[in-house]
């Protein structure tokens, strides 16, 4: 385990989610985010498939700032039920993961 996760994010404005991504980054909470302004999303929300343009970002932090990153979703994000969602970085270039280390707050 190498201590660093990938926490994926959408939004449907890519300002807004670029903006977001700002602030986790400025707040140390993350150490980068890379984001894709246009992705499209099919998904089932009360009771209907609905199929919407959206943003994606995939951020690079520390696994244990997972829950300050949902909460602060859950505190900013215009949705109701923001997706956020955290992956395990199993391995990768030891210098970018250390960085990404040096770069997060420490918990």
Known sequence: MTGV???VITAADPDWLAAFT????DDRLAACGHQIAAIRSIYRWDGEVHDDPEAR???HTR?????RIVERADAEHPYDVPCVLALPVAGGNPAYLEWVLRETAEV
């Open 57 to 59: 970002v995939a951020l």
């Open 22 to 25: 700002r602030r986790l980054v």
């Open 63 to 67: 696994a244990a700032l997972v829950d």
């Open 5 to 7: 996760v990938e926490v």
